[in-house]
Nanobody
């Protein structure tokens, strides 16, 4: 059974950095799109960034472009989300997810069928 585990969430000040990691057990990321979503307090879950694992093609939400980057570690089947210049509006629970969405669906939660439990990121002002 595929399980995703996120780590790296923490409390950080505005302008700070964090690195989140997503690892998989019971399977690999090969052939999947692996994405990060986040859910701010009292809001819906939203797409942050994703990568087609095999090709490396990435996509980012407009709100994080230029601040967040993705990196793949094939040896450990880990996807990392490097977050820079953090803002209070980045505060959320961050989730890792895998699926095989078509390009037009890759930002939609319904396109993903494996989800982690989430890791809390809090950015203080």
């Amino acid at each position: 059974q595929v399980q995703l585990v996120e780590s790296g969430g923490s409390l950080v000040q505005t302008g700070g950095s964090l690195r989140l990691s997503c690892t998989v057990s019971g399977g690999t990321f090969s052939g999947y799109t692996v994405s990060w979503f986040r859910q701010p307090p009292d809001k819906e879950r939203e797409f942050v960034a994703g990568v087609r694992w095999s090709s490396g093609a990435t996509s980012f939400a407009e709100s994080v472009k230029g601040r967040f980057t993705l990196s793949r570690d094939f040896a450990t089947n880990t996807l990392s989300l490097q977050m820079e210049s953090l803002k209070p509006e980045d505060t959320a629970i961050y989730y890792c997810a895998t699926g095989r969405p078509i390009t037009s669906e890759r930002s939609r939660t319904r396109a993903y069928y494996h989800w982690g439990q989430g890791t809390q990121v809090t950015v203080s002002s």
